[in-house]
């Protein structure tokens, strides 16, 4: 089954703990992102990766990290999270030319 | 002001109605429009999407575009209580993959 699955899908942290959010997904999909849920908000893209070892940064990049070693996986990281980190995350996965984006499940993150 | 604006909501109607849900934007960039709709607890699901202006249509779904008055409307036909969702609309220019998303309008059809 072609999908995106992130882990872990809930998680309480507190402020400082180093985390990380994995993303993979199996449809051989050149570009993936991470953006984050906030009511009134909307989705913002944070992080962004045209192809592996290629990343740049989104709209909200403060406080976050990326890598793509692999093309199927891409790894969200809060170094040193805060209580402003607290949101709902979604990865997607495109290939390059399609308007369909595939989301992940989303991992919804507290930082106490 | 935002690049997307769309009406939260919640919009609530009776099984059987149409709905009408829109978006206006201000980037005379944008080219492509599309809209996701995301249920509780799931990821956004591609719905429709439009190239330019003009209208598509896919069953009881219809996409319009009107590039002109920078607006973007999905209506739903005869809505089901499955249609409860949050709709997002999304728009992006040509080439590079960026998507700027609105807020999302949440859907509540009663049976």
């Known amino acids: 089954e072609a999908q995106v699955t992130q882990n872990p899908r809930y998680l309480i942290t507190v402020t400082g703990k180093k985390l990380t959010v994995t993303c993979s997904q199996n449809m051989n999909h050149e570009y993936m992102s991470w953006y984050r849920q906030d009511p009134g908000l909307g989705l913002r893209q944070i992080y962004y990766?045209?192809?592996?070892?290629?990343?740049d940064k989104g709209d909200v990049p403060e406080g976050y990290k990326v890598s793509r070693k692999e093309k199927r996986n891409f790894p969200l990281i809060l170094e040193s999270p805060s209580p402003n980190q607290t949101s709902l995350y979604f990865c997607a996965s495109t290939n390059r030319g399609h308007n369909e984006q595939f989301f992940g499940p989303g991992t919804r993150l507290t930082v106490l | 002001q935002k690049e997307v604006e769309q009406d939260p909501g919640p919009l609530s109607v009776p099984e059987g109605a149409i709905v009408s849900l829109n978006c206006t934007y201000s980037?005379?960039?944008?080219?492509?429009f599309m809209w996701y709709r995301q249920y509780s607890r799931k990821g956004p699901e591609l719905l429709m999407y439009?190239?330019?202006?003009g209208n598509k249509e896919d069953g009881r779904f219809t996409a319009q575009v009107d590039k002109s008055s920078k607006y973007i409307s999905l209506f739903i036909r005869d809505s089901q209580p499955s249609d409860s969702a949050t709709y997002l609309c999304?728009?992006?220019?040509?080439?590079?993959?960026?998507?700027?998303f609105g807020t999302g309008t949440r859907l509540l059809v009663s049976p």
């Open positions: 990766s045209m192809n592996v070892e290629v990343t």
């Open positions: 439009t190239y330019s202006s």
């Open positions: 999304a728009m992006r220019g040509t080439g590079f993959q960026k998507l700027v």
């Open positions: 980037n005379s960039a944008f080219q492509y």
